[in-house]
């Protein structure tokens, strides 16, 4: 149990469907993330969140957007997806900085999403 | 990009230490030393991480070379279930992590064999 919680664990979705993926933390963050983990390839950074302001979009395609509207809770609404969009979601949250004794600066992931667009 | 580099797979036997490198020659004085590993579809989890010095937590110990450019991830006594993705990666001290694009590398695969 890392204290970040995301919901579904797992969702099916036509490619004409519009769902959401939910995550949740009560750690005191204020940075939040998404991150894509497709079959065989590395995690790939989506979406970062400081303070609830959007500071990163890495070039994701606009079938995702993300909506953080609180420093506890972040979605990734998701629209007319791909079969090639099928992947893991991860969220994680962390301290915006380093405090020596105070915290390790770790990031916290959920358990993921297992999304499979048909 | 990510701005380590390990070896894509290790095995060791049950019992043993495992010892994971990872290089990151162009680290600079302010970025920490972080590793995580990940199990099968789970989320990363946090192992340890450290600056210059050498540390150990209940999970493993942290080597550190003396110029920081490489250092070694130590499992003591590896369990099958130490079987995971570890990643080495770098992250900035007084950095603002929501203005840092945190990435992963591909890790390094270790296989504990019983």
């Known amino acids: 149990e890392t204290g970040v919680t995301q919901t579904p664990r797992h969702l099916v979705m036509g490619m004409t469907n519009k769902k959401s993926l939910k995550c949740e933390q009560h750690l005191g963050h204020n940075a939040m993330y998404w991150y894509k983990q497709s079959a065989k390839k590395p995690l790939e950074l989506m979406f970062v969140?400081?303070?609830?302001?959007?500071?990163e979009n890495n070039s994701v395609p606009s079938r995702f957007s993300p909506e953080c509207p609180n420093s506890s809770h972040l979605f990734l609404h998701l629209h007319t997806l791909q079969p090639e969009d099928s992947a893991l979601y991860l969220c994680?949250?962390?301290?915006?900085?380093?405090?020596?004794?105070?915290?390790?600066?770790?990031?916290?992931f959920g358990e993921g999403s297992r999304l499979t667009v048909l | 990009d990510a701005k380590t580099t390990q070896p894509p797979s290790m095995d060791c036997a049950e019992g043993r230490a495992a010892n994971l490198p990872c290089n990151h020659s162009t680290i600079s004085g302010n970025e920490y030393v972080y590793w995580y590993r990940q199990i099968h579809s789970q989320g990363p989890q946090y192992i340890i991480h450290g600056l210059k010095n050498n540390e150990t937590n209940e999970m493993a110990s942290l080597i550190i070379t003396e110029d920081r450019k490489s250092s070694t991830l130590i499992l003591p006594h590896a369990t099958l279930r130490d079987t995971a993705v570890y990643y080495c990666?770098?992250?900035?001290?007084?950095?603002?992590?929501?203005?840092?694009?945190?990435?992963f590398g591909t890790g390094t695969r270790l296989t504990i064999i019983p």
């Open positions: 969140y400081s303070l609830e302001e959007r500071v």
């Open positions: 994680a949250s962390s301290p915006l900085y380093v405090i020596q004794g105070a915290n390790t600066g770790e990031l916290f």
């Open positions: 990666i770098v992250r900035g001290r007084g950095t603002n992590f929501g203005n840092e694009k945190l990435t």
